[in-house]
């Protein structure tokens, strides 16, 4: 019996995959923009299935009023907010499928914007 373990539904699939593909000729064999931040890269990957993985990212594109940041390269913060809508689209289709998404981050992963974590 075959196991059916798909996340994403197929046009959102083929929706990201010309995403990627477009940035990956954009690019044209430069590494990712976001790739000059390797915390930045390792913190979304270990929050990704958590929902701190939204809060950081969301952390990571706007700037709250007061706060003073110089920011991503104009690459970089494209790169950040295909990863955002990509996270949206893969918690809600978790959430329509009776998956629960993590309210807590893994042990050891430390979430530092600014925010006490506890």
Same mark, same amino acid.
């Given at each position: 019996?075959?196991?059916?373990?798909? =996340?994403?539904?197929?046009?959102?699939?083929?929706?990201?995959?010309?995403?990627? +593909?477009?940035? #990956?000729?954009?690019?044209?064999?430069?590494?990712?923009?976001?790739?000059?931040?390797? *915390?930045?890269?390792?913190?979304?990957?270990?929050?990704?299935?958590?929902?701190?993985?939204?809060?950081?990212? +969301?952390?990571?594109?706007? =700037?709250?009023?007061?706060?003073?940041?110089?920011?991503?390269?104009?690459?970089?913060?494209? +790169?950040?907010?295909?990863?955002?809508?990509?996270?949206?689209?893969?918690?809600?289709?978790?959430?329509? *499928?009776?998956?629960?998404?993590?309210?807590?981050?893994?042990?050891?992963? #430390?979430?530092?914007?600014?925010?006490?974590?506890?």
């Amino acid at each position: 019996m075959a196991v059916q373990n798909r =996340v994403i539904n197929p046009a959102l699939a083929q929706q990201l995959f010309r995403k990627s +593909e477009m940035l #990956k000729r954009k690019r044209a064999g430069e590494p990712a923009a976001l790739e000059s931040f390797p *915390r930045v890269v390792k913190t979304i990957t270990g929050l990704w299935r958590y929902s701190e993985g939204k809060k950081y990212l +969301e952390e990571l594109i706007l =700037v709250e009023g007061g706060k003073r940041r110089a920011g991503f390269p104009v690459d970089a913060q494209d +790169e950040l907010m295909f990863l955002y809508q990509m996270l949206i689209d893969q918690h809600r289709i978790l959430s329509l *499928r009776g998956q629960k998404i993590g309210a807590k981050p893994p042990p050891g992963t #430390k979430f530092t914007m600014g925010n006490k974590t506890d």
